[in-house]
Structures are given as structure tokens and as C-alpha cells.
């Protein structure tokens, strides 16, 4: 004769072995670190080296879509040329990138 009451709880089920969780998180674990963690390093370390190496001269873009050529480089700060006689000062991290010459 079965006993229902302790079929029912489930007392005779084995419990799964602890590598059916560790893996699946591992391999987890692993796939946002090469498909979001490093690319977004590798992108950060090529802004930073890209702002370490601006000179006088150079024709930038900001973030907030300012386009201008530098006049003065301060440790912090940067002074842009957008217009003739028109200088604005702005944030060395805020220089997106590169712009094209005229």
C-alpha cells in the first residue's frame, strides 16, 4: 500500500546536484562579460587616450553637438572656437570625438 500523504510532499525526491546551477550561472556570468563589460572597457579606454592625446588646432565635437577647434587646453577644461571671436569653455570629458575639417 502506498502512503499518499508522503508521495504527495515530494519526500522521496532526490535533490539536484549543485553543478545544475553553478554552470548555467558561469556560463551566464561569462556572456556579459565579453557581449557588455568589454567592449564598454575597450571603448572607455580609447575615449580616455583619445583625450589625453588633443592638441591646439584640433576640431572637435562635444556631446552636446558644439562643434569647435581648440584654442587653450587646461587640465580639466578645454577652450573651443565655434564661431569667429566666439569662444566657450567646456569639459574635457564632454568632447565626444573628432569632427571633420572644413
Known sequence: MVNWAYAAQGGGAEASPMWTFVVPMVFMVAIFYFLLIRPQQKK???HKQMLDNLKRGDRVITAGGLIGEITAIGE????????DKVRVEVGRGY???????K
Open 44 to 46: 572607455a579606454k580609447e
Open 76 to 83: 580639466q577644461t578645454l577652450t573651443l572656437e565655434i564661431a
Open 95 to 101: 568632447v565626444a570625438g573628432f569632427a571633420p575639417k
